[in-house]
């Protein structure tokens, strides 16, 4: 897919500053420079921009845990429990450079616990003030407190792509307010409705799960200094006060009531919010797919016809192939709700049950997620609307989806609802080989209450679009106020 296999790397900042695949982890790199192809992952060369994959390599990870032992240092100096001076050599040291992944890992592979090789390894490069590295924490204290500071950050992250989408659509509904279109429902002609609408209504579902990201981020941006069972015993008399220092320092909230580990739940609302989003996503991109069938041919994703290719054997196609790549990948997001959902349950103050696959399913989730809202913003940004096509496809319909129209007004000339309902069902059961104007001007029943200027003027498609206009445009309103925030 050309462009669409590897984003190149941003041309700013510290990333900018990187080789093109200073994303990748060692091994990967290794293999892509020797080009071995001995990457195993799609998500390492296939899926998700560069910027966000450097969320999740293990030198950022790394970076994270080394920020929580130097805060909490800092902090326990400020309290009197930590020589000052010890506390600055230990942040100079988490800050250096000089604690490597290769360092780290070699002692993993010693002492088979990847915290223990980090706390010794940023030990070993502060001189004397090692002794103090890590002192009166456990584990979790660093890995859950750093892995809110990565939720924080990919909250960021999704926020944003939440944000590029709606405006893509509203932009479009914007533009496409009194643009004509058949409703469907069952896939059947329902009622006429603007185009304008349909994006509006998107939009406000797009709009609508960033409420929900903004009321769960406070919930996963969140740490614990609190030690080994989450009573902050290590800690002694200075618990409460550690544990608020390093978590001001660092931009998160405490979890109010830990056991060794961040309480679970918390990953598993941020899995099932990512599921919702996804299933907004590939709602979105199946009205795409739907629309751009060649019967239909209402709408197209863009395509570049001076190189694109639609099929390797039929020259004449042209695809929504980024939609059912969202389509795709959208299913994938949601099947990894389930594992967060299942670590809620763990033995007693804890267990590893949740480790092993909180490492794969966070990140690809997250990265999956923010390439589904790019690939799904490019979609609606360069989405080609054929208003024309449209409007064919509303005066191929013979007026039969206006019946609703017909039905009010013979109800309000004093018909019963039911009787004027059933009228009109007789009326449009046989095929259409005429109008639904012609048919209902015919019916002695129906004149009797409605003359033929009132038949035309109830069976035009533009009253029912006037009023998704009027209503497309107080939503772009409304919804663009909210977008900006």
Not at 13 to 28: C, H
Not at 313 to 336: G, I
Request: with cysteine; hydrophobic share 40%; glycine share 6%.
């Amino acid at each position: 897919m050309g462009s669409l296999e590897v984003a190149a790397p941003p041309q700013s900042g510290d990333l900018g500053r990187r080789s093109r695949f200073a994303f990748y982890t060692k091994p990967a790199r290794a293999a892509v420079d020797e080009g071995t192809g001995s990457v195993i992952c799609p998500i390492e060369f296939r899926y998700g921009r560069p910027e966000v994959r450097a969320i999740f390599t293990r030198e950022a990870r790394l970076d994270r845990c080394l920020r929580v032992e130097a805060s909490l240092a800092k902090s326990q100096a400020k309290l009197g429990i930590v020589p000052p001076e010890a506390a600055a050599a230990i942040a100079e040291a988490a800050a250096s450079g000089r604690v490597s992944v290769d360092r780290v890992e070699a002692l993993e592979r010693e002492l088979r616990h990847d915290v223990m090789a980090i706390a010794r390894s940023l030990a070993e490069v502060s001189g004397p003030s090692g002794r103090w590295v890590h002192y009166g924490a456990t584990s979790g204290d660093i890995t859950d407190t750093a892995l809110g500071l990565e939720l924080k950050e990919s909250a960021h992250v999704l926020r944003h792509g939440l944000t590029d989408l709606a405006s893509a659509l509203l932009d479009l509904a914007a533009k496409h307010s009194s643009t004509p279109e058949l409703g469907r429902t069952h896939g059947q002609h329902a009622v006429p409705m603007s185009f304008g609408y349909k994006m509006a209504v998107g939009a406000a579902e797009v709009l609508r799960n960033r409420r929900r990201l903004d009321e769960l981020t406070p919930r996963i941006a969140v740490g614990k200094m609190a030690g080994a069972v989450g009573t902050g015993a290590g800690f002694g008399a200075h618990a409460e006060a550690t544990e608020r220092e390093v978590m001001f320092d660092l931009g998160l909230t405490a979890d109010e009531a830990p056991t060794q580990i961040v309480g679970r739940d918390r990953l598993a609302e941020f899995g099932c919010w990512l599921a919702i989003v996804a299933g907004t996503s590939e709602r979105l991109a199946t009205e795409v797919r739907n629309l751009q069938r060649t019967e239909i041919g209402e709408v197209a994703e863009a395509f570049d016809e001076s190189k694109q290719v639609g099929s390797s054997t039929m020259a004449q196609k042209r695809n929504p192939m980024l939609s059912e790549n969202v389509t795709s990948l959208a299913r994938l997001v949601r099947a990894f709700a389930l594992p967060p959902l299942e670590n809620m349950v763990l033995w007693h103050e804890r267990d590893l049950a949740n480790s092993a696959n909180e490492r794969i399913v966070v990140p690809h989730a997250v990265v999956l997620t923010d390439d589904i809202l790019t690939k799904l913003t490019d979609v609606f940004a360069h989405l080609t609307v054929d208003a024309a096509r449209m409007r064919t496809h509303l005066d191929g319909s013979k007026g039969l989806p206006m019946t609703e129209s017909l039905m009010l007004a013979l109800t309000a000339r004093g018909l019963a609802r039911s009787e004027a309902h059933e009228m009109l069902r007789r009326l449009t059961k046989e095929p259409a080989t005429d109008t639904l104007a012609s048919r209902a001007k015919a019916d002695p029943e129906i004149s009797r209450h409605l003359s033929p200027s009132e038949i035309e003027e109830l069976l035009d498609p533009e009253r029912y679009v006037r009023a998704a206009a009027r209503k497309t445009e107080r939503l772009v309103t409304n919804l663009r106020a909210e977008a900006a925030l």
